[in-house]
């Protein structure tokens, strides 16, 4: 099984700054990429950022400029610097991971969630 933990969120005022971190650990070959997505009440899930399989990055347009993902290849960690914030960012914060492993048919690769991490920003 694969683990993976959020840490980082919590209530800030409109243009703070937080930093997310997203740890995974457990029994997996290799991450092939991780990312930040993020979910309010009643709306679907969505991108926030995220490490592509080539490496490079991409980001939601409401968040360019203001969010850095970045991350720590050999603790399989990953960070969202989110700077800027304004209320429309208040969401539930998930970290997901492409992972390579054991699961329900066979070793490939899963996508797998963290529990998610509040946060949320007053006007």
């Known amino acids: 099984q694969v683990q993976l933990v959020e840490s980082g969120g919590g209530l800030v005022q409109a243009g703070g700054s937080l930093r997310l971190s997203c740890a995974a650990s457990g029994t997996f070959f290799n991450i092939n990429y991780m990312g930040w997505y993020r979910q309010t009440p009643g709306k679907q899930r969505e991108l926030v950022a995220s490490?592509?399989?080539?490496?490079?990055?991409i980001y939601a347009d409401s968040v360019k400029g203001r969010f850095t993902i970045s991350r720590d290849s050999t603790n399989n960690v990953v960070y969202l610097q989110m700077n800027s914030l304004k209320p429309e960012d208040t969401a539930v914060y998930y970290c997901?991971?492409?992972?390579?492993?054991?699961?329900?048919?066979?070793?490939?690769?899963?996508?797998?969630w963290g529990q998610g991490t509040q946060v949320t920003v007053s006007s």
């Open positions: 997901n991971g492409n992972v390579v492993r054991r699961g329900e048919i066979g070793i490939g690769a899963y996508e797998d």
């Open positions: 490490f592509t399989r080539d490496d490079s990055t």
